[in-house]
């Protein structure tokens, strides 16, 4: 083989690498774009159920509560549609507070009457209406009534 082979063997495996490494950036690139579409969606979801006064803030949440136990604490009032436990992003556990989200308004403000201030676990539960924060209007999630 003669040297301009293997330059052009080098050149064809410097492209290859370089095919591969964007073919893996698009799918990356791909990838945030549908989970930054997803989490708009989510945004949006929430923003209107705020509006709608169907989004509660349950405050005190005992570590064992779970997602099942808000389900059954809040189920007697009405039809619940969403169910969201914030967790810490380094030890994963919940932060004390969820969002129940409710069909209907009517549900929402029923709950908020009859479980604020009760207690679920041993610990005395605060419950409002959802109200959108500073961060959620940037695209970050709801808050507590203030």
């Known amino acids: 083989m003669n040297p301009r082979d293997y330059t052009w063997i080098e050149t064809i495996r410097r492209l290859r690498n370089g095919v591969d490494c964007i073919n893996s950036l698009l799918k990356t690139s ?15 979801r929430s923003d209107l159920a705020v509006n709608k006064k169907t989004l509660l803030y349950v405050g005190g949440l005992e570590e064992q509560v779970d997602e099942k136990t808000v389900h059954a604490a809040f189920v007697p009032f ?14 994963h556990h919940h932060r004390g507070f969820a969002f129940v989200e409710f069909e209907e308004p009517e549900d929402a403000a029923h709950a908020i009457e009859n479980m604020n201030d009760s207690e679920l676990f041993g610990r005395v539960l605060k419950v409002n209406h959802a109200r959108p924060s ?13």
């Open 30 to 44: 791909v990838l945030w774009n549908l989970r930054l579409l997803a989490y708009q969606a989510d945004v949006e």
């Open 78 to 91: 009405g039809e619940v549609v969403h169910i969201e436990l914030p967790r810490d992003q380094l030890t």
């Open 134 to 146: 500073a961060m959620s209007r940037e695209g970050g999630h709801p808050t507590k009534n203030a």
